[in-house]
């Protein structure tokens, strides 16, 4: 079936750290992932994408992984902030176009 | 500006009502979809228009009926309400179909009682 999945509900680092937060897949046609982060009280904001030619992008203090033997995505964030605090959701889109969320991490920074 | 804008923010309804909700983006896209987040956060697909015309219709019962009067609005329409509508509903669009959806709308908190 299409799912898309993460492993932990709630992630909390410190400030400052790094920060690592994992999702599984399960629709091996998927050509297209995306990581979005929901602020509280607002809809889902575009971070960061990655087509399935590849295995890392970076973008500013972020970087996306994706292992496709295994069918993991990943996103890193470097120097986490307060502000980073949020809920992060991987996607995927398959070739029904149709982009299929996983069920979200909550990540907590501590000050 | 805002780029994709939703009313109302909160809607608190009696069972067995109608009620829209509406979305514009003022982005240009030609693609637009109603997304449904239920109280566990889990974001679902309901209806995609590309260019005023249904492209995804999701197995949404059929009280639920999106209107897209140009490409720039999407409505949301839901006829007799139930309380498992109860969810926050998100407009969002893009450039084309398949794409990242990466502009979503704040959301509209619906509350059936």
Redesign the interface.
């Known amino acids: 079936g299409e799912s898309v999945g993460l492993h932990l509900p709630t992630l909390s680092v410190q400030e400052g750290d790094n920060s690592i937060i994992n999702c599984a897949y399960s629709n091996s046609a998927s050509d297209y992932f995306i990581w979005y982060k929901q602020e509280s009280g607002k809809g889902p904001q575009f971070i960061i994408d990655i087509r399935s030619n590849m295995d890392k992008r970076q973008g500013q203090r972020v970087t996306v992984l994706l292992n496709k033997t295994v069918k993991h995505l990943s996103l890193q964030i470097a120097a986490t902030q307060p502000g980073d605090s949020a809920v992060y959701f991987c996607a995927e889109i398959p070739n029904t176009g149709k982009l299929i969320f996983g069920q979200g991490t909550t990540l907590q920074v501590k000050p | 500006d805002t780029a ?1 804008s939703q009313t109302p923010k909160y809607l608190v309804t009696q069972m067995g009502n109608d009620k829209s909700i509406k979305c514009e983006q003022n982005l240009g896209h030609d693609t637009m ?1 109603w997304y449904k987040q239920d109280s ?6 309901m209806f ?1 228009y590309n260019n005023k015309e249904l ?2 219709n ?1 197995t949404v019962p059929n009280r639920f009926s999106p209107k897209s009067p140009d490409k720039a609005h999407l409505n949301l329409h839901i006829n007799s309400l139930e309380l498992g509508d109860s969810a926050v509903y ?1 407009c ?1 669009s893009s450039q084309t ?2 794409g ?8 509209t908190r619906l509350t059936v009682l």
């Open positions: 994709v979809y566990k956060k889990f974001l679902k697909i995609s492209i995804i999701e998100f969002a179909p398949g990242r959806a990466g502009f979503f709308g704040p959301g």
